[in-house]
C-alpha cells in the first residue's frame, strides 16, 4: 500500500478518536522544511479535499537566524499548491540561544529554551493570522522517545498529548501524525517527490532526543514488535498499572480519602451503598472512604475538558462542599480551563453555601448545577469554616 493512502488514513484515526480538526478551523502549521512537517503539510492538503471537516490551512516558517538560512526553495513550493507562506522572523532567537549557552558553558544550544521560544513565536504567528488551531508534525516514534526521555530524565510516566488547549493563548494545538510511523513519512517523501531542505541548527544530529532515537531503534530492531507495542500502551488505559493507580487521595479538612474504583469487589460494594447497579459504561466511579469503610459514592463523566458529576451520594452530608471542592480543584489545576457540572439532588443543593454555582436546569428532585469560580477563592470560603 502506498505511503500516502497509510498516512491518510492514520490522519483519519487520530482526528476521529481525539477530536483534532473542527468545523471551520483555520489550521497554522510550523513547516521547518524537514521531512516531518513537509509530509504534513503535504497531506493535510489532500486530507482537507476528502474530510467532512471544512478546514484551512496556514503554513508559515520561522527564522530563527540561523547560520544560512534561506527559505526562498521553501517558499516556493508551499506557494504552488495555492497558499502564502509566512515567513517570521524571529533572528533574536539565535542570539539569544548563543548567550544562554556561554552563560551556561554549555557544548551546544539550549534545546529547551529553543522549543519554548519557537511556539510562543508560532501561537503569536497564528493568532495574528486569525487561526485557531496550531499543528506540528510529532509522529508515533516521536511519542514514543518522549516517553523514554521523561522517564530517564524527568522521572515520570508522560508523553505529549495528540491534543491540547493553550488556555494563555486561547488556542488549540493538534498532532495529526500521532498513529504514524517515521519510516512511512520517509517512504511518502519518495513516493511523492517531495522536497525537504536541510537543518541549518547547529545542534542537528547533536540532542538527547537523538541517543534516545538510536536506543528505541535498536529495540525495534531486536524485537520487532516493541514499535506496535509502545503505542498500543500510549492508547490503552485499561493495561495501565502502577503505584498512583493504587493511590487513595486525602480530602482536605476532612478524615477522608477518596479512590478510583474498577474492580468487581468494589462495584458489590456500591451496588449495597446506592441499593441499585444502574451505569453508564463510560462513567468513572469513586468512592468515598471514612476509617475504611465506604462514605460515598461519585459516578462522574469526562469528555475532553467537560467533566459531570452524574451522581453524588454520600452517607452524611457534612463534608459536602469539601468533596466538591476537592473535585473540583483536582480537575481545575490539572486541566484548566474546563466545564464542571453536578447532578446533584436538591436537598444536597440546599447544603451548598460557600460555593457559587449556577442552576443549569432545575428538576423536582435532582438540579445540573455549574461550578465556574476560582478554586483558590473557594478554598478561602471554606477555610473560614474551620475557624
Known amino acids: 500500500m502506498k505511503a500516502l493512502r497509510i498516512i491518510l488514513a ?118 495574528n493570522l486569525g487561526c485557531d488551531t496550531v499543528s506540528f508534525a510529532h509522529h508515533r516514534n516521536d511519542a514514543i522517545e518522549t516517553l523514554f526521555l521523561n522517564e530517564i530524565y524527568g522521572g515520570r510516566i508522560a508523553t505529549f498529548a495528540p491534543k491540547m488547549y493553550l488556555s494563555n493563548d486561547k488556542i488549540n494545538f493538534i498532532r495529526p501524525f500521532i498513529y504514524v510511523e517515521e519510516k512511512v513519512i520517509k517512504r511518502l517523501i519518495k513516493e511523492e517527490n517531495i522536497p525537504v531542505f536541510p537543518s541549518n541548527c ?79 459504561k463510560e462513567e468513572k466511579h469513586i468512592h468515598i472512604y471514612k476509617d475504611d469503610k465506604l462514605f460515598g459514592v461519585i459516578k462522574l463523566l469526562e469528555n475532553d475538558r467537560k467533566y459531570t458529576i452524574n451522581l453524588l451520594k454520600l452517607l452524611k452530608l457534612d463534608y459536602l462542599e469539601f468533596i466538591i471542592y476537592d473535585l473540583y480543584n483536582v480537575f481545575y489545576t490539572k486541566h484548566n480551563p474546563i466545564e464542571f457540572y453536578l447532578n446533584l439532588e436538591n436537598e444536597y443543593l440546599k447544603e451548598i453555601k460557600n460555593i457559587p454555582f449556577e442552576v443549569v436546569k432545575k428538576g423536582r428532585k435532582h438540579s445540573l448545577i455549574e461550578i465556574k469560580e476560582n478554586p483558590a477563592k473557594i478554598f478561602k470560603k471554606l477555610k473560614l469554616l474551620l475557624k
Open 10 to 127: 492514520s490522519i483519519k484515526k487520530a482526528d476521529i478518536d481525539f477530536n483534532l480538526i473542527k468545523e471551520g478551523s483555520k489550521i497554522c502549521i510550523g513547516v521547518s522544511g524537514g521531512k516531518d512537517s513537509m509530509a504534513l503539510f503535504y497531506c493535510l492538503h489532500l486530507y482537507k479535499r476528502y474530510s467532512s471537516t471544512k478546514f484551512e490551512i496556514y503554513p508559515m516558517v520561522i527564522d530563527l537566524g540561523f547560520p544560512n538560512s534561506n527559505f526562498d526553495k521553501l517558499k516556493k513550493y508551499i506557494d504552488s499548491f495555492g497558499y502564502n507562506l509566512h515567513v517570521e522572523d524571529a533572528k533574536t532567537v539565535y542570539q539569544i540561544l548563543s548567550i544562554q549557552k556561554e552563560r551556561q558553558n554549555l557544548k551546544h544550544l539550549p534545546c529547551s529554551i529553543c522549543s519554548k521560544m519557537k511556539k510562543a513565536v508560532i501561537n503569536k504567528v497564528a493568532i
Open 202 to 280: 547547529p545542534n542537528d544530529g547533536h540532542t538527547e532526543r537523538e541517543n534516545i532515537k538510536q536506543i528505541v531503534n535498536s529495540f525495534n530492531k531486536e524485537f520487532p514488535p516493541s514499535i506496535d507495542n509502545f503505542l498500543t500502551m500510549l492508547v490503552n488505559p485499561s493495561k495501565i498499572d502502577i503505584f498512583s493507580d493504587h493511590y487513595e487521595h486525602k480530602i482536605e479538612f476532612t478524615p477522608l480519602t477518596s479512590k478510583t474504583v474498577d474492580d468487581i469487589s468494589s462495584y458489590l460494594d456500591e451496588v449495597k451503598f446506592l441499593k441499585n447497579s444502574d451505569t453508564k
